[in-house]
């Protein structure tokens, strides 16, 4: 604040040792009038920056002095926190004698929990199922194996009737019934596949286009392109002139142009 007042002093004497306007006249006068303000211009700047200046310092010293006095504050709670207490009763019978200085460490052992021994689950226990018993058969008892079959005797022996009066009988033996094999099944015979008829005329042949060339001519005959020694509808492509192309079939040469 000091610097403010001495630069408003100086501001002060600076103005009144500036001369009247009746001394130096109408055009001096404005001409002074521009000096001034451009002189008090980085005064007054100068003076808010001071200004600016002190108040982020005090701001500033006010801050970081009341974050002190907070850690002080929070350092002297720690300590006596940690601190042990004397009862007065131990202080007159000279107990805290050996109590700890102030700041030291007392560490205490807690007591020991004990721990809940774990719990097995709970056996279940599966009856067991006994079958009833039934009348006129003893528990445990052996199962008889099932009875064997009875064996036919190749002999058997017809009944005996008392006749009255003998009569002479004569046995009979019926004959032996076999049985006929079953006839085999008879072999699958494919039907032959029915045969075209044999082509007894020259095959209708057309004409269409030529592309001749010494080395490789070509002809299109029924809208197909074929070249020397290729077959068409069973006929075999002999030569291929410039007008004309000569076909074989069945040792029939034909001569095709354009019609």
Same mark, same amino acid.
């Given at each position: 604040?000091?610097?403010?007042?001495?630069?408003?002093?100086?501001?002060?004497?600076?103005?009144?040792?500036?001369? =009247?306007?009746?001394?130096?006249?109408?055009?001096?006068?404005?001409?002074?009038?521009?000096?001034?303000? =451009?002189?008090?211009?980085?005064?007054?700047?100068?003076?808010?920056?001071?200004?600016?200046?002190?108040?982020?310092?005090?701001?500033?010293?006010?801050?970081?002095?009341?974050?002190?006095?907070?850690?002080?504050?929070?350092?002297?709670?720690?300590?006596?926190?940690?601190?042990?207490?004397?009862?007065?009763?131990?202080?007159?019978?000279?107990?805290?004698?050996?109590?700890?200085?102030?700041?030291?460490?007392?560490?205490?052992?807690?007591?020991?929990?004990?721990?809940?021994?774990?719990?097995?689950?709970?056996?279940?226990?599966?009856?067991?199922?006994?079958?009833?018993?039934?009348?006129?058969?003893?528990?445990?008892?052996?199962?008889?194996?099932?009875?064997?079959?009875?064996?036919?005797?190749?002999?058997?022996?017809?009944?005996?009737?008392?006749?009255?009066?003998?009569?002479?009988?004569?046995?009979?033996?019926?004959?032996?019934?076999?049985?006929?094999?079953?006839?085999?099944?008879?072999?699958?015979?494919?039907?032959?596949?029915?045969?075209?008829?044999?082509?007894?005329?020259?095959?209708?042949?057309?004409?269409?286009?030529?592309?001749?060339?010494?080395?490789?001519?070509?002809?299109?005959?029924?809208?197909?392109?074929?070249?020397?020694?290729?077959?068409?509808?069973?006929?075999?492509?002999?030569?291929?002139?410039?007008?004309?192309?000569?076909?074989?079939?069945?040792?029939?040469?034909?001569?095709?142009?354009?019609?």
């Amino acid at each position: 604040m000091s610097l403010i007042n001495d630069a408003l002093k100086r501001a002060n004497e600076q103005k009144a040792k500036q001369p =009247t306007p009746a001394e130096l006249g109408a055009e001096l006068q404005t001409i002074e009038t521009g000096t001034d303000q =451009t002189r008090l211009w980085p005064i007054g700047l100068f003076a808010v920056c001071l200004v600016g200046s002190l108040w982020f310092g005090w701001m500033w010293w006010h801050g970081e002095g009341a974050q002190t006095a907070e850690g002080l504050g929070a350092d002297r709670a720690e300590v006596a926190a940690r601190s042990p207490s004397v009862s007065p009763d131990a202080s007159a019978t000279g107990e805290g004698a050996d109590a700890p200085a102030e700041g030291s460490y007392v560490t205490q052992e807690l007591p020991k929990i004990p721990r809940k021994p774990k719990q097995a689950p709970p056996l279940i226990a599966t009856p067991v199922l006994n079958p009833t018993p039934q009348p006129g058969i003893a528990p445990n008892a052996p199962v008889p194996p099932p009875p064997s079959p009875p064996i036919a005797s190749h002999a058997t022996q017809a009944p005996q009737r008392e006749n009255p009066t003998p009569v002479a009988s004569t046995s009979r033996t019926a004959p032996a019934l076999t049985r006929a094999p079953a006839p085999l099944p008879a072999p699958v015979v494919a039907a032959p596949q029915p045969t075209a008829p044999p082509q007894t005329t020259f095959p209708a042949l057309t004409l269409q286009g030529i592309y001749y060339r010494p080395t490789r001519p070509a002809a299109v005959i029924n809208s197909r392109t074929v070249y020397v020694g290729d077959r068409i509808s069973n006929t075999k492509v002999l030569a291929i002139d410039r007008h004309e192309v000569t076909v074989q079939w069945n040792n029939q040469v034909r001569v095709l142009a354009f019609q």
